[in-house]
């Protein structure tokens, strides 16, 4: 009977190791023994009813058999399931150490950019005496951080206000909270901008998905419109009019702005392409570059005002009712975007770890 | 202050601008879409660039360039005529001077 109290302890998948070594070392010998033995029986016994007293003893060591046949079987398919725990386990712990290894990169990436000013090579092709700033950059992702919370709650006021036939005078109070509040976001980039203009125009602190729809280091105004006017019907004609005009002038300026930073990015590009064999001093062009860089700045505070405008416009156009209407809206959008992220982000990976088997 | 002044009366919308600044490039695009051919004035490749860059500072232009004059008053920098546009003022202010091409 001992070699049934180690199956007991299958469900453990740190303990269920030893017992399956314990059980092919010990078990095994000691069954094959029973089973030609009761194979043996078997062979005879079958075709007769088990009633005569003669046989009572066979017909035990049958049960006993079958229990153990039947308990060896549950033991393989719990090591089974114990195996296939143990490799999304695995899995699990090599796509951590993956992430920490490239957050170890980038903080080493962010340090020595902060510490390149120190470098007497590098400060002669640097045109300004301002160096990146990690603090900065780190300030402004926490503070990100804790603006998405914000306007997450502060959306969910909007709603509950909007739902509870608030008065217009209260309703446009939490109406004017949200849009301050987008305001204190453009103030963020702009501090964030100057730390590294080339990290907040990329976008990379922004949730994954919202990079798709990446202009100038945001959402594109025209875009905002789109996600907001579909939601508010029934519009005055006058409304409808100044909706079109609204959208019209808001992706002008957009091409505008689009056609200058491309202009940018044109000079930047015949800054770089030097001649190999010139003997000129790269310094001076890489210095010029980065005052190019500096113009970036200008961009993003920019494209930060045209989305800020056009929300204000909007609301301007727009009754009270149907601005909170379509902040919702729009609050809800880029909530789902995120959520759609972090499906994105947290579904099963397979392919990174485990090598695959090519048919 | 006098050249400044002088420069921006000459036609009915007038840009300073400096050849390196891509913003005002921007601008002056913004301008083309709305059926305008504005006369632009590039201070850096002016000698007295920098009076005429102090001179508009000292107008109350947000940035000294691109600067942008309608009708001989002074509008503002990207931030104001962007502003403008989105409002709908800037079309209105730019009728009289739309080529009719």
């Known amino acids: 009977m001992d070699i049934y109290e180690p199956l007991q302890q299958v469900s453990m998948w740190g303990d269920s190791f030893k017992v399956e070594g314990g059980l092919n070392s010990i078990a095994s010998p000691m069954l094959l023994v029973n089973t030609t033995t009761s194979m043996e029986n078997k062979s005879e016994y079958i075709p007769h009813e088990p009633s005569e007293p003669s046989e009572v003893n066979q017909e035990t060591t049958n049960k006993d058999v079958s229990k153990v046949l039947r308990r060896l079987a549950q033991n393989r398919e719990a090591a089974r399931k114990s195996r296939l725990r143990k490799k999304a386990y695995v899995q699990q712990l090599e796509t951590s150490r993956l992430k920490l290894m490239q957050l170890e990169l980038e903080i080493g990436r962010a340090r020595k950019q902060g510490m390149c000013t120190d470098n007497a090579l590098d400060t002669t092709f640097m045109g300004s005496p301002e160096t990146i700033n990690p603090v900065g950059i780190v300030a402004f992702e926490i503070e990100y951080g804790n603006w998405v919370d914000e306007n997450h709650r502060r959306n969910e006021e909007l709603r509950n206000v909007f739902q509870a036939n608030a008065s217009e005078v209260q309703l446009g109070q939490v109406v004017q909270n949200v849009l301050n509040h987008y305001t204190d976001l453009f103030r963020l980039k702009a501090e964030a901008a100057k730390a590294d203009v080339l990290y907040l125009i990329s976008g990379v602190w922004k949730p994954s998905v919202e990079r798709l729809f990446l202009w100038i280091g945001g959402a594109r105004p025209s875009q905002l419109l789109n996600l907001i006017v579909p939601q508010l019907d029934p519009l005055t004609e006058q409304q409808l009019a100044s909706i079109k005009k609204l959208h019209l002038s808001s992706q002008q300026a957009e091409d505008a702005l689009s056609q200058g930073l491309e202009k940018l990015q044109q000079s930047l590009v015949q800054d770089m392409a030097v001649d190999p064999f010139s003997a000129t001093n790269h310094g001076f062009q890489m210095a010029i570059a980065i005052r190019k860089f500096e113009a970036l700045e200008s961009f993003v505070s920019q494209a930060d005002h045209l989305r800020r405008e056009t929300l204000i416009y909007m609301s301007r156009i727009l009754s009270t009712h149907q601005a909170a209407r379509g902040l919702i809206a729009l609050g809800e959008y880029f909530h789902r975007l995120r959520t759609l992220g972090s499906r994105w982000t947290s579904r099963p990976c397979d392919s990174v770890i485990s090598p695959r088997i090519t048919p | ?101």
Request: proline residues 5%; neutral net charge; aromatic residues 4%.
């Open chain 2, 1 to 101: 202050m006098e050249k400044v002044m002088r420069l921006a009366s000459e036609k009915g919308v007038v840009i300073f601008t400096k050849s390196s600044c891509c913003l005002c490039y921007a601008v002056n695009i913004l301008f083309q879409e709305l059926g305008i051919r504005p006369m632009v004035h590039e201070i850096d490749q002016d000698p007295e660039g920098r009076d005429m860059e102090k001179a508009l500072l000292r107008l109350g232009c947000t940035a000294p360039v691109p600067a942008v004059f309608i009708g001989g008053k002074l509008m503002g920098s990207t931030n104001e005529i962007m502003s403008l546009h989105l409002s709908g003022s800037l079309t209105q202010l730019l009728k009289p001077y739309q080529s009719r091409s």
